[in-house]
């Protein structure tokens, strides 16, 4: 088969022929046909992620079919549609694991495309937990940004405490963000889209945004007040300041839900403590929380914008995500 492997930390991306993998009793091979490129594929990428090995093929936006079943695996068959994300699996014997915290696990946490092989390649193997069932409905270039973007989105949305007619607001309109619009839209949440510039403004609206806030014309804080304050803020930047900047613009008990990796942010306790507001990460999500992401987003409509790439030129189509100037996924398509 044919996969792209980053050789060492830094190194560049390698079109190489490998050795189709079996999988070991619990797991199972999954012939590839879409991996979404992910801004956390760079921690494989720079060797960021610690005790990361080498060679490694990223990728954890994955949809295929199944293609062998590794020994004691039920119920999955030969042929069904699945898909796999960033959480590949868990112990589910440790005390966070039986509290159902499978994020937390602290004995065998496994991350899809760093602690195995990812889906940049024509097949892979994955722990029979990692799968999720995809709709007819979505194709794999259309489901693959939503194993990752998607679902971290939409759980972060889900688990918020936003309830229908609440303002919520979308702080980036990326990757992640405008899928974070269309789900808080179809939620039924007063969606507000804030993003640097007047150039996303009409895509906002298009996808349902009741207001679109330019942070660098007017002080996105000062302007959700006049929607009464966000109950909600998903913070999908990967800039702290950008962040801060939104954090005067929370309602009485309102969240800040931050999904973007940025550096530290700083908080005004006052802020916190007299409106009782908050600052909450969300992590992605499990195997069933992308099925749920999957569903939701096949019969509400829900799609990511994508520009396609074939798997030999993932090289190029990272440097294109990394850019931030993709519109709005990089995805890599198996079938040509
Ligand atoms: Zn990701
Ligand atoms: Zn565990």
């Known amino acids: 088969m044919r996969a792209v492997q980053v050789p060492d930390a830094k190194g560049p991306f390698e079109l190489v022929e490998r050795e189709i993998p079996e999988p070991q009793a619990g797991w199972i091979r999954i012939k590839v046909q879409a991996c979404g490129i992910c801004h956390s594929d760079s921690l494989v990428k720079d060797g960021t992620w610690p005790g990361i090995q080498y060679p490694r093929v990223p990728g954890h936006e994955i949809i295929g079919v ?6 004691g695996v039920k119920p999955w068959k030969n042929g069904q549609r699945v898909g796999v994300g960033w959480h590949g699996g868990n112990c589910g014997y440790c005390d966070h694991c039986r509290r159902g915290d499978f994020f937390a696990c602290n004995v065998a946490l496994l991350t899809t495309g760093i602690s195995f092989d990812g889906g940049y390649a024509e097949y892979m193997v994955a722990p029979a937990e990692a799968l999720a069932r995809v709709p007819n409905e979505l194709s794999a270039v259309d489901g693959a940004p939503l194993m990752c973007a998607g679902v971290t989105t939409f759980n972060a949305l889900r688990n918020s405490g936003a309830r229908p007619g609440d303002v919520v607001a979308v702080v980036g309109i990326g990757g992640l963000g405008h899928l974070g619009v269309q789900f808080a839209v ?3 949440f007063k969606t507000v889209a804030i993003a640097r510039g007047k150039d996303k403004e009409p895509l906002a609206k298009k996808l349902g945004a009741i207001h679109y806030i330019d942070s660098r014309e007017k002080n996105p804080a000062a302007e959700l007040n006049k929607f009464g304050g966000a109950k909600v803020i998903i913070a999908t930047v990967t800039n702290a300041d950008a962040m801060t900047a939104v954090l005067g613009g929370l309602a009485a ?20 403590i007299s409106g009782q507001r908050s600052v909450k990460g969300w992590y992605s999500g499990t195997s069933v929380d992308s099925q749920d992401t999957l569903s939701f987003s096949a019969s509400s409509g829900v799609h990511s914008m994508n520009e396609v790439f074939p798997l030999e030129r993932a090289a190029e189509a990272y440097e294109r995500m990394m850019s931030g100037k993709a519109r709005f996924r990089v995805v890599l398509s198996m079938e040509g």
């Open 66 to 71: 199944v293609d062998l079943v590794g020994e």
């Open 253 to 272: 008990n309102g969240v800040l839900m931050v999904i973007g990796a940025a550096g530290p942010l700083s908080v005004d306790p006052i802020l916190l």
């Open 186 to 188: 179809k939620m039924g």
